[in-house]
């Protein structure tokens, strides 16, 4: 298809998802599974990324272009490898490892973002200072972009993408309820932005290691549309979500409240061996025990 029927469709979408012009919006998205323009390009690795910069500015300006000069637009630009001892993060040149989009959101004039150097946002639009900027040193949580998501009324977009596989915020709502199944790391990472190096202890909540279960968002997106909160239409088979911060905050509030458990796969006990056996060297370091439980026994780990 054309520019112009690819903007037409990208924009049926934001019409059934209810996109406004001034709407401040938090993006998930799957650059193969949305409407684009048809490019041509030659056998190239350069053409071909050549292209995919394209793709890119399209969806880039088709989404500004709607939400208009009062609107703000956010971007993940998260940056797994900066988790690794001795990791630089430069919030001006470390790139982001969550598609082409994020990456090409992340290098654009008057965008900017914010510090963490696991799960930093970028932003563009009337509100993007107020939300990224002078946060705290936790991915989640008070000080985070995130606590901050309900005062701007933020929009969940998931473009390409349903809500359950790109909603990082359900962290947010799992520290503020304080599961067991994650837990508060540091990590020991030099942040740096425009060459001034940011002294601070970076911290997020995040899965313990070592043991075999995953997050798993289906609960919150069966609640959502439950309470008829999950706005939803399709493009050529693919699902493209929206959900208000409001609705995604409250129902996932009563669900941890219900079962600790609500947004990971497996059934889970988690406790403390506080022995001295354990370790009679240090013995305030307590032993974790995870407990699985399944049908019909149980296996602790």
């Known amino acids: 298809m054309n520019e112009a029927d690819a903007n037409k469709e990208l924009n049926d979408i934001f019409d059934h998802l209810m996109i406004n012009s001034g709407d401040s919006v938090m993006l998930g998205i799957d650059m193969g599974k949305i409407p684009l323009p048809f490019y041509p390009a030659s056998l190239s690795k350069e053409a071909f990324r050549e292209r995919e910069e394209k793709w890119c500015q399209f969806v880039f300006n088709t989404l500004l272009e709607r939400l208009g000069e009062n609107g703000t637009l956010l971007v993940p630009t998260y940056t797994y490898c900066c988790g690794k001892p001795g990791s630089i993060f430069d919030s001006n ?112 909540f995040v899965a313990f290691r070592g043991i075999d279960y995953t997050s798993d968002i289906s609960s919150l997106q069966i609640g959502l549309k439950a309470e008829q909160s999950l706005f939803e239409t399709k493009w050529k088979g693919n699902f493209n979500h929206m959900a208000l911060v409001k609705d995604v905050h409250k129902v996932g509030y009563d669900l941890l409240m219900k079962n600790s458990l609500a947004f990971v796969n497996r059934n889970m006990l988690f406790s403390f061996d506080d022995s001295e056996s354990f370790n009679s060297q240090a013995k305030d370091t307590g032993r974790l025990v995870v407990t699985v439980i399944n049908d019909s026994n149980s296996e602790t780990i």
């Open 93 to 204: 040149t470390t790139r982001s490892e969550i598609g082409p989009f994020t990456e090409y959101f992340r290098k654009q004039p008057r965008v900017i973002r914010s510090l963490h150097p696991l799960f930093s946002i970028a932003g563009i639009g009337k509100h993007s200072h107020e939300i990224l900027t002078n946060t705290g040193s936790t991915a989640f949580a008070m000080g985070s972009p995130f606590s901050r998501f309900i005062d701007y009324g933020i929009k969940f977009l998931c473009l390409g993408v349903e809500i359950r596989n790109s909603i990082t915020y359900v962290h947010h709502l799992e520290q503020y309820t304080g599961v067991w199944h994650r837990y508060n790391k540091r990590f020991d990472c030099e942040v740096f932005d425009n060459n001034i190096k940011i002294n601070r202890e970076w911290s997020a």
